[in-house]
């Protein structure tokens, strides 16, 4: 009877040590095998953050490229407006007399086959050759008024200055007199917000990502992306200064970036 009960005892022990062991070694995996997926995911969150930053970094390099592509071209369209006198003078000649008046004095001062003194056939000439451009506005030194024109209404149209407002896809072109250097005004280049949004949209790939870009006048064009979420947005400006906000999936950073 005492060596059955011995036994007994015995077996419960070995028992009560192989469950302690069992539970301990199960304890022990658990670990290990909690610590290799939290390896494993800290080591796929670093590799998608790194390529992350590798995308924005490209993003600003295109994004800086493009906009200066479009602002020197821009450039050199508002000032082909006021190349010489002749056009200056028709832009004149449009902000001081009436429709009417206008097409007649154009009649009368016709000086070449290759100068064009009308403002109307020389907006409409920028628009077919420069598919970037939707819009064009003229505003004038101490003039009450604005020239403004889109690609839909070429012929365009006066507005008060008080209520004009530039879009804010917009490159503000100072311009001058090519003789006298005289400072003539202001003219504004639409951009069509397709062209940058292309570029980004193939230049960030698989990456979520949107990109603002914002004038000193904190002004911006938001669009959606096409392959972004609903709740993402692309704006679109130029400047001197121009500040590029990308918000990705996982990570936000801010640039600034002189042109």
Known sequence: MKVSMKNWRQNRMKQFWL???????????????????????????DS????AQRVAERVTT?????????????????????????RIE????????????????????????????SLYENIDDLYVRNDFVTGVAIVLQDYKEVYVSTREKRSGEKVPAEDFKPTANSFAIPVSDPVSDKDLGVIYISL??????????????????????????????????????????????VSPLMVIRFELLFLKILFLQEL
């Open 90 to 117: 028709g832009i004149y000649k449009y902000f001081s007399l009436s429709t009417p008046d206008y097409f007649y004095w154009q009649l009368e001062r016709k000086t070449s086959p290759y100068i064009s003194v």
């Open 62 to 86: 295109r994004t800086v490229s493009e906009v200066e592509y479009y602002h020197r071209e821009s450039t050199q369209l508002a000032q082909s407006l006021v190349e010489n006198q002749a």
């Open 19 to 45: 469950h302690s062991l069992l539970r301990i070694y199960s304890l022990v995996m658990i670990v290990v095998i909690a610590s290799f997926a939290i390896m494993l995911s800290y080591a796929d969150w």
């Open 192 to 237: 069509s917000p397709d062209v940058l949004h292309g570029a980004i949209d193939n230049t960030r790939g698989h990456i979520p990502m949107a990109v603002t870009v914002t004038s000193p006048l904190r002004l911006r064009c938001s669009i959606l992306g096409r392959r972004s979420q609903p709740s993402e947005k692309t704006g679109l400006w």
């Open 48 to 51: 998608r953050e790194k390529e």
